[in-house]
C-alpha cells in the first residue's frame, strides 16, 4: 500500500508530505529528490527504486507527484490514485501549479487525508468530496445537523456519489466523446503502430435520482443484438461497429449488468465526470497523412518537403494543425516555403514548425524547406526523429457512435423526452508520427 | 601579463551566461542553449569573415556550453585560428578551447601543433608561457611526442626567460608523468640539475617537482644533486626573513622550496661526503632551533608554513635514521606537539612519532611521552588522532612497557568508537602476546579482552590464545583456571565460550582436583552455555564433552546422556548431528586405552607466524606496519613459541605405549601409515588408531581452522595433516649446520612428536614410538614452496663411538618433492648400550638451482629407552640406597626456567618415560620416578628425585635434581638433559 506522498516543485523543494505508514522514513523525501528531481541523467520512467523502496511519479507541469511504497503494490493502482489526485487537486483549484498549491496547503493535507487511509485510496469522487471538504472552512459550521447526517449516510452509503434530492428546473445531460489518436508511420506510408485511447466524459444535470443507460456501436453488442434480430439492419452506412479492445468504467456503471448484458447502466453522479474509457485498434481513421521528402544535397545542404493530406468528409474542418519537422543538430539556417498557414524555423527546439488554423477534409498542402548545414567534426550520421503533428477533428476516429442515452426517472415525473442531451465527439492527436 | 584592453568585456557572453543562471528548468536551458548555438552556427557559416573579437566571444560561449555539460561538435576551427592571432587575450580563449576540447582528431592536431610550434619558437615569454601551458594541460601522447624534444631544449637555453624556465619545467614533468619513455634525458641531466643554481627561485622551485621525479626514477643519474640541494638548503635555512623578498611567506624564507629540497633528499641515502653531510646535518639543526623560536607572528600561515618545513625535516631524520641527536631532538620536538591545542599538529606529532618510536635511536625519547600519548587517547576529541594515538602506543610498546600499554588500550577500549574497537582488539592481542614474559598475564589480558570487546574477537585472537595455551604447558593449568572463573559470569561472549570449551577440553584434568571445579562441575557450566550458542561453537563444545569423557571417566554417563539426547543426535545441522552419534559410539564402543589415544591432548601447533598479526597487515594494508616492526614480531614470535622448551604434550601417549597395549604392529611390521580409511572392524581399527595417535582426533584442529565442511569420517583421515607444513617465520640459512640443534633437540626430551625445524623452504615433522630398546621414527618432509626440490637426499650417522653405541637404519627417500607435497622417511634405531651424543641427520637438496646443506640432530636421547617401573615406597629407597656409590649420582641444583605448576611437572616427568611414584617422597612437594632403560647389552636402571623449592634465597625458584642409576655416565646424562627441562 501506499506509504506516503510528497509533492515537490520544480526545484525538488517538498511543498506537500503526508505520510502515511512507519516504514516510509524522513530520508525517502531526499531519496527522491536526489535520485530522480536531481538526477544527472533525465530519470524517464515513472517508477524508480531507491534503497527496496519505489517511488513512483507523475509530473503535472512543474509539480512532482511522488507516490513512495516499501511493499509490492500494484503499479496500475499507484498510478490510477495520482491521476485522481490531480482530477481532485484540478477540481478544487484548478491548474496545478507551485503557487495554487502553496495557497490550497491546508486543503490538500484534509483532501490526503479523506482519500488516503493508511495508504489504501478511498473515495475519491469530487462531487461527494465536495459535500464536505469545503474550501471555505467557516461555511461548515452553518451546516445542520440534518444536512451533516446527510452527508454521512451518502458518504457512507450504497451511493456515495450522488446525494438525494437534487432538483432542476431544466434537466441537461452534456457527453463529450474525447480521443486521442497515436500513429507512428514508416516513410513509406506503411502503418506500424496505431491505436485510439478514448474518453466518454458527461456532465448531468438531472433531478431525483435517475437511472441512465448508455449505448454505443459496440461491435459484441451489435453482433449480439443482430443475431436477436431486432433494430438495425446490417449494412446501412459503411462501419458499424467497433471492436473495443478493452474499456474501464466510473464506479456508478454496474459492472455485473455490463457482464452479463453488455449494456452500460448507471446512476450518475451529479456534475462532471468521465463514464468509461478505452482502447481500440483495428479500423482507425487516420485523419490525416503526411508524406516527407528529405534529400541532402552535398554535406552542407538538406531539402525537406513534406505534403498533408487529410482523409475525412470534405464537410468537416479540422482545426489547430501543427506539423513539427526537426532539422540537424548542425542547422546554421533554414529557409522555408509554404503554400498555407505560416512556418518558422525554431532554433531553440531544433525544428521547424509550421501551423495551420483550419483545413477541410480531402484537401492537401506542402512544405519546402532549405536547410543549410555547418560541416563538424562529429562523424556521426544526424538521427533523423520523425515528423510529429498535432490536431484536432470533430469527430472519433475509432469510429465510435453513441447510439442512445436513455434516461429513466421513476419517482419524478420527467421522462427520457424531456432531458435536453447534447452530444460531441472531438478527435486530438496523441503521438502522431511518421518517419522521414 | 598585458592589460586587458576595453571592449574585451564580452557583453554577448555576459548576457547569454545570465540568462542560462535564470533558466527556470532544465528544458528552459536547453532551448536556450539550442537558440544560442543555431547562432554561432549561422555567424560561423555566415559568408563575411569574422574579427577576432567575434570569434573569440563565440568560442568562449561554445566553451561555457561544454563546460554545462553539453556536447559541442564545431567551432575547433574558429579555436584554432585565434591560435595564430597576436592578441593576448584571443589566444589564450584559443589554447583553453583547445586544451579542454580537443581530442586526438587528425587534421586539427596537426594545425594546432604547428600554432604551438610557433608560439614556442617566438620571442614572446607569454606566448611561449601560454604554449607550454596547453601542452601541460592536454599532456596527451601527441604532444610528447611532438614537443619532449624542443622543451628540454628550452628549459635549459641560457637566454630563456625565467618564467618560461618554470612553465618548462612545470611542462615536461607531466609529459614524464604521462609518457616517460618519450621523455629522454640523457644528454641535458647535467644541466638541468644545476637548475637547482638558478637565481630565480620560481626557477628553482618548478625544477626541484621535476627532478624529484625523475630521480625516483633512475637515482643514480642525478645523484649530483645531492650536494646541490643541501647547499640551496642551507642557503634557505640561514637566510634572514628578508633576504629572500617575494618568495618569503609570512616571514618564513621559501617554505615551499624548502619543503620540496627536504623531500628530494629523501629519496636518497645520507649523503657520504662529510662536508656535505655536516652542512645538511647543521641545517637539520636550525630548522630544529627556529621551531623553538617564538614565532614572529601570530598568523596561522606563519606556523603552518614553519611546521611544514618543521615535520619534513623530521621525516628525513626519520628517513636517515642515523643522527641519534637528531632524532632524539626531533622526538622532543613532537612532543612539544602532542599538547598543541592545533588538532593537525597533535595529529601530525603523534604520526610521525609512530615511525620514530621503530628506529633505535629514539625508542626510548618516545617513550618519555608515553603518558602524554595515554592521555591523547582518553582525553582526545577527534577520533582521526586517537587512532593514531592508538597506533603511536602500539608502535612505543616493548617490554618494560607493555603492561601499562596493553592495560591502558584495553581499557580505553571499554568506551572506544565502533570504527576502531577491531583494531585495537588485533593490537592488543598482538602486544599482549609479543611482550609477554608471563603468561597467565598474557592469559588474563586476552580473556580480559573477549570479556570487554567479545563482538570484536575476531576468529584468529582466540585460535591464537589456544595455540599459545596448547604449546606452553606451563600455563595450562592457570589457563584452565582463568577460563573456569570467567564462564562461571552469568552472560559471557560466545568466543569466551569457544576458548573455555576447548581449553577445559584439554585441561579440565588440571583443576578438577578442587571441588569446585570438579569434572561435573566443569561440564555443566559448559553446558548450560550450550544452547545460547551458535552451530560452530555447539560443535566445538561437542569436542569438548568427548575429551571430557576421557579426562574424567566419571563424567561418562551424563554426557553421552546429553548426546544421545534427541536434540544432538537428530539436530538439525548435519555437522552436530554427525559429531553427537560419532562421539556417542566411540564413547561406548572404545575402550579406554583408545579412547586415550583418540583422545589424546593436542600436540602443540607448529610454529608459525601470529595469523593476527597477518591479520592486522591485511587490515592497514601493505607499508602500514613498518618493516622494521614485522622483523620484531619475527623475532619475538620465534622466541616466544620456538625458544622456550616445550613441555611433553603427548605424555599420555608415551605412557600409554609403554604399557602392555593391544597394538601389535609397533615395530617393523609396517612400513608406513595406512592411507585408507579404518575398517570398522574392533582389530583394526585399534592398530590404526593406534598408529595415527595425536592425528585422528582432527575434528579439534578443524575447530580451528573455520568449520565449513562437514566432517569426514573421524577416523578416516589421511595420515600427516596435521603435520602439513604452515608458513613460518622462522628464518635460518639452510646450508649451514645448525647452532641450535642441541636446542631443538632439548625441545624432544620429553615428547616424541612435533616439528623438529622449519624454515622458509623446508618443515620437518617427527613422529617416534620407543619399545624397549628399540624405536621407530617417522621423518615427514614437507616442501613449503611452490617449486620442487630435487636431488632430495638424507643420511643418518652416528658421530664418534656412537656408532658402537646406537643402530640406526634409515630407508632412503625419494629423491623429489613436489611444491606443497610431504614424504616421510622411516627411521629405525636400535640402542645397543648407553649413549650421550645424538646422530646426526644431514639433509641435502636443490631448490630452484642452489643447493641446500642442512645438518640437524635426531632428538634421539637416551630417556627414550626408559622402561617406567612402579614400586612401593620402601622398595624405592631400598634400592636408592643400593645406588650410593658417589659415582652412581649425579646432582644438580638449578633456576627454574618456567613457573612450576605441579601438573606441568608431572607431565614432563611423564613425558620422560620414567614411572611417576606418587606417595613415595615423605615431602609431597617432591617428585620421584623410577625406570629401567633398555639397552641390547644391559638394563641400566635409574631413579630420579626432583625436589622444587619456590621460596629459595631471593624469591628465586629453584630445583635439586639427583638422579641415581647403576651406570655413571646415565646418571650423568640423564641430569645432563633434565636440568634444561623445567
Known amino acids: ?436 | 601579463m598585458p592589460a586587458v584592453s576595453k571592449g574585451d568585456g564580452m557583453r554577448g557572453l555576459a548576457v547569454f551566461i545570465s540568462d542560462i543562471r535564470n533558466c527556470k528548468s532544465k528544458e528552459a536551458e536547453i532551448k536556450r542553449i539550442n537558440k544560442e548555438l543555431a547562432n554561432i552556427r549561422s555567424k560561423f557559416k555566415g559568408d563575411k569573415a569574422l574579427d577576432g573579437y567575434s570569434k573569440k566571444k563565440y568560442v568562449c560561449k561554445l566553451l561555457f556550453i561544454f563546460l554545462l555539460g553539453h556536447d559541442i561538435d564545431f567551432g575547433h576551427m574558429e579555436a584554432v585560428n585565434l591560435l595564430s592571432s597576436n592578441k593576448y587575450t584571443e589566444k589564450q580563449i584559443g589554447y583553453l578551447f583547445i586544451s579542454v576540447l580537443v581530442n586526438s582528431n587528425s587534421e586539427l592536431i596537426r594545425l594546432i601543433n604547428n600554432a604551438i610550434k610557433n608560439d614556442l619558437s617566438s620571442r614572446n615569454p607569454t606566448f611561449m608561457c601560454l604554449a607550454l601551458h596547453c601542452i601541460a594541460n592536454v599532456g596527451s601522447r601527441e604532444m610528447a611526442e611532438a614537443f619532449a624534444g624542443e622543451i628540454p631544449r628550452i628549459l635549459v637555453a641560457g637566454d630563456t626567460m625565467d618564467s618560461v624556465k618554470q612553465s618548462a619545467a612545470l611542462c615536461l614533468l607531466r609529459l614524464y608523468k604521462t609518457s616517460p619513455d618519450l621523455v629522454l634525458m640523457g644528454e641535458w641531466t647535467s644541466r638541468v640539475v644545476h637548475l637547482l643554481n638558478d637565481q630565480h627561485m620560481g626557477v628553482v622551485t618548478a625544477a626541484i617537482s621535476l627532478i624529484t621525479c625523475l630521480s625516483q626514477k633512475n637515482p643514480d643519474e642525478f645523484k649530483t644533486c645531492v650536494s646541490l640541494a643541501v647547499s640551496r638548503l642551507s642557503r634557505i635555512v640561514s637566510s634572514a626573513s628578508t633576504d629572500l623578498q617575494d618568495y618569503t611567506y609570512y616571514f618564513v624564507p621559501a617554505p615551499w622550496l624548502s619543503c620540496k629540497l627536504l623531500r628530494l633528499l629523501q629519496c636518497y641515502p645520507p649523503p657520504e661526503d662529510g662536508a656535505v653531510k655536516g652542512r645538511l646535518v647543521e641545517c637539520l639543526e636550525t630548522i630544529l632551533n627556529k621551531a623553538q623560536e617564538p614565532p614572529k607572528s601570530k598568523k596561522v600561515q606563519h606556523s603552518n608554513a614553519k611546521n611544514a618545513i618543521l615535520f619534513e625535516a623530521i621525516s628525513l631524520i626519520i628517513h636517515y635514521d642515523s643522527e641519534p641527536n637528531l632524532l632524539v631532538r626531533a622526538c622532543n620536538q613532537l612532543g612539544q606537539f602532542l599538547q598543541h591545542r592545533e588538532t593537525n599538529l597533535r595529529y601530525l606529532a603523534l604520526e610521525s612519532m609512530c615511525t620514530l618510536a621503530s628506529s633505535e635511536f629514539s625508542h626510548e625519547a618516545v617513550k618519555t611521552h608515553i603518558e602524554t600519548v595515554i592521555n591523547a587517547l582518553k582525553t582526545e576529541r577527534d577520533v582521526s588522532v586517537r587512532q593514531r594515538a592508538a597506533d603511536l602506543l602500539y608502535a612505543m610498546c616493548d617490554r618494560s612497557n607493555a603492561k601499562q600499554i596493553v592495560a591502558e588500550m584495553l581499557s580505553y577500549l571499554e568506551t572506544a568508537d565502533y570504527s576502531i574497537r577491531e583494531e585495537m582488539v588485533l593490537k592488543v592481542a598482538i602486544l599482549a602476546e609479543k611482550y609477554a614474559v608471563d603468561y597467565s598475564w598474557y592469559v588474563d589480558t586476552i580473556l580480559n579482552l573477549i570479556r570487554i570487546a567479545g563482538d570484536y574477537v575476531s576468529e584468529e585472537v582466540w585460535y591464537r590464545v589456544i595455540q599459545i595455551v596448547i604449546n606452553r604447558d606451563d600455563v595450562q593449568g592457570y589457563a584452565a583456571k582463568t577460563v573456569f572463573e570467567a564462564l562461571q559470569a552469568p552472560a559471557c561472549h560466545e568466543n569466551m565460550v569457544k576458548v573455555g570449551g576447548y581449553i577445559l577440553g584439554e585441561f579440565g584434568n588440571l583443576i578438577a582436583g578442587d571441588p569446585r571445579s570438579s569434572p561435573l562441575v566443569q561440564f555443566n557450566l559448559l553446558h548450560s552455555k550450550f544452547h545460547l550458542c551458535s552451530v560452530p561453537t555447539r560443535a566445538l563444545l561437542l569436542s569438548a564433552y568427548i575429551k571430557f569423557i576421557n579426562l574424567f571417566p566419571e563424567t561418562k554417563s551424563t554426557i553421552q546422556e546429553v548426546l544421545r539426547s534427541d536434540s544432538q543426535i537428530r539436530n538439525s545441522d548435519v555437522e552436530l548431528q554427525q559429531r553427537a552419534v560419532e562421539y556417542l559410539k566411540l564413547s561406548s564402543i572404545a575402550s579406554t586405552d583408545v579412547l586415550a589415544t583418540v583422545l589424546e591432548e593436542m600436540p602443540p601447533f607448529p610454529e608459525r607466524e601470529s595469523s593476527i598479526l597477518a591479520k592486522l597487515k591485511k587490515k592497514k594494508g601493505p607499508g602500514a606496519v613498518s618493516v622494521n616492526e614485522l622483523e620484531e614480531g619475527k623475532r619475538e614470535g620465534g622466541e616466544l613459541n620456538g625458544g622456550g622448551e616445550r613441555g611433553d604434550n603427548s605424555a599420555i601417549a608415551a605412557s600409554n605405549a609403554s604399557t602392555p597395549s593391544p597394538s601389535a604392529d609397533l615395530l617393523g611390521l609396517r612400513t608406513g601409515p595406512p592411507v585408507t580409511a579404518a575398517a570398522p572392524s574392533a582389530g583394526s581399527l585399534l592398530v590404526d588408531v593406534f598408529s595415527e595417535a595425536g592425528v585422528n582426533d582432527d575434528g579439534f584442529l578443524r575447530d580451528l581452522e573455520p568449520p565449513t565442511e562437514s566432517s569426514d569420517s573421524l577416523l578416516a583421515e589421511g595420515p600427516g595433516d596435521s603435520d602439513s607444513a604452515p608458513p613460518s617465520v622462522v628464518s635460518e640459512d639452510p646450508a649451514t649446520p645448525l647452532p641450535e640443534s642441541n636446542e631443538l633437540l632439548n625441545k624432544f626430551v620429553c615428547k616424541n612428536n612435533g616439528v623438529l625445524f622449519e624454515n622458509q623452504l623446508l618443515q620437518i615433522g617427527i613422529k617416534s614410538e620407543y619399545r624397549q630398546n628399540l624405536g621407530r621414527m617417522y621423518l615427514f618432509y614437507g616442501n613449503k614452496t611452490s617449486v620442487q626440490f630435487i636431488t632430495f637426499t638424507t643420511t643418518v650417522t652416528c658421530p664418534g663411538e656412537l656408532q658402537s653405541q646406537l643402530n640406526v637404519q634409515s630407508k632412503p627417500v625419494e629423491p623429489l618433492i613436489e611444491g606443497g607435497a610431504q614424504v616421510q622417511q622411516v627411521i629405525n634405531i636400535e640402542c645397543l648400550t648407553d649413549f650421550s651424543d645424538a646422530p646426526l641427520l644431514n639433509i641435502k637438496f636443490r631448490y630452484g638451482g642452489a643447493l641446500q646443506n642442512l645438518t640437524l640432530k635426531l632428538p634421539v636421547t637416551i630417556n627414550k629407552f626408559f622402561q617406567p617401573t612402579e614400586m612401593a615406597s620402601h622398595d624405592f629407597f631400598q634400592r636408592w640406597k643400593q645406588l650410593s656409590l658417589p659415582q652412581q649420582e649425579a646432582q644438580k641444583i638449578f633456576k627454574a626456567n618456567h613457573a612450576m605448576d605441579t601438573e606441568v611437572l608431572k607431565a614432563k616427568l611423564l613425558g620422560l618415560g620414567m614411572a611417576l611414584l606418587e606417595n613415595v617422597d615423605p615431602n609431597p612437594e617432591n617428585f620421584v620416578c623410577a625406570g629401567v632403560i633398555q639397552t641390547k647389552a644391559q638394563q641400566v636402571g635409574s631413579l630420579l628425585r626432583l625436589e622444587p623449592n619456590a621460596q629459595a634465597q631471593s624469591g628465586e625458584q629453584m630445583y635439586r635434581l639427583t638422579v641415581r642409576s647403576s651406570k655413571d655416565t646415565v646418571s650423568k646424562r640423564l641430569c645432563e638433559l633434565l636440568a634444561e627441562q623445567f
Open chain 1, 1 to 436: 500500500m501506499i506509504g506516503g506522498l510528497f509533492i515537490y516543485n520544480h526545484k525538488g523543494e517538498v511543498l506537500i508530505s503526508r505520510v502515511y505508514r512507519d516504514d516510509i522514513g524522513r530520508n525517502a523525501v531526499d531519496a527522491f529528490r536526489v535520485n530522480v528531481i536531481h538526477a544527472r541523467q533525465q530519470v524517464r520512467s515513472p517508477v524508480t527504486n531507491i534503497a527496496r523502496t519505489s517511488f513512483f511519479h507523475v509530473k503535472r507541469s512543474n509539480i512532482w507527484l511522488a507516490a513512495v511504497t516499501k511493499q509490492n503494490v500494484n503499479a496500475a493502482m499507484v498510478f490510477e490514485f495520482l491521476y485522481k489526485m490531480c482530477d481532485v487537486m484540478t477540481a478544487y483549484f484548478g491548474k496545478i501549479s507551485e503557487e495554487n498549491i502553496k495557497n490550497n496547503f491546508v486543503l490538500i493535507y484534509e483532501l490526503l487525508d479523506e482519500i488516503l487511509d493508511f495508504g489504501y485510496p478511498q473515495n475519491s469522487e469530487t462531487g461527494a468530496l465536495k459535500t464536505f471538504i469545503t474550501q471555505q472552512g467557516i461555511k461548515g459550521q452553518h451546516q445542520t445537523k440534518e444536512e451533516q447526517s446527510q452527508i454521512t449516510s451518502q458518504v457512507t452509503g450504497q451511493i456515495g456519489w450522488r446525494r438525494e434530492g437534487i432538483k432542476y428546473r431544466r434537466n441537461e445531460l452534456f457527453l463529450d466523446v474525447l480521443e486521442s489518436v497515436n500513429l507512428l508511420m514508416s516513410p513509406q506510408g506503411q502503418v506500424l503502430s496505431a491505436h485510439v485511447s478514448g474518453r466518454v466524459v458527461m456532465k448531468s444535470y438531472l433531478s431525483g435520482m435517475p437511472e441512465c443507460k448508455f449505448g454505443m456501436n459496440d461491435k459484441i453488442v451489435i453482433d449480439k443484438q443482430g443475431k436477436g434480430g431486432t433494430t438495425d439492419e446490417p449494412g446501412k452506412s459503411g462501419k458499424q461497429s467497433i471492436a473495443i479492445d478493452d474499456c474501464t468504467f466510473h464506479q456508478c456503471v454496474r459492472l455485473s449488468k455490463f457482464d452479463s448484458e453488455r449494456s452500460i447502466s448507471f446512476i450518475p453522479p451529479d456534475g462532471e465526470y468521465e463514464l468509461m474509457r478505452y482502447r481500440t485498434t483495428k479500423d482507425i481513421i487516420l485523419p490525416f497523412r503526411v508524406i516527407p521528402l528529405v534529400r541532402e544535397v552535398g554535406r552542407t545542404k538538406l531539402e525537406v518537403k513534406v505534403v498533408i493530406k487529410s482523409n475525412f468528409k470534405p464537410s468537416l474542418l479540422a482545426q489547430k494543425i501543427e506539423v513539427r519537422i526537426p532539422t540537424p543538430l548542425n542547422t546554421s539556417g533554414v529557409q522555408v516555403i509554404c503554400m498555407k498557414g505560416k512556418a518558422k524555423y525554431k532554433a531553440s527546439e531544433n525544428a521547424i514548425v509550421w501551423k495551420i488554423k483550419r483545413m477541410a477534409g480531402m484537401k492537401e498542402s506542402q512544405i519546402s524547406a532549405e536547410i543549410e548545414l555547418l560541416p563538424t567534426n562529429d562523424k556521426k550520421k544526424w538521427a533523423r526523429p520523425p515528423i510529429s503533428m498535432k490536431f484536432q477533428v470533430p469527430f472519433a476516429p475509432s469510429g465510435l457512435k453513441v447510439r442512445y442515452l436513455k434516461v429513466f426517472e421513476s419517482k419524478l415525473n420527467y421522462s427520457d423526452h424531456d432531458v435536453i442531451k447534447w452530444v460531441r465527439y472531438i478527435g486530438r492527436s496523441g503521438i502522431y508520427e511518421t518517419r522521414c
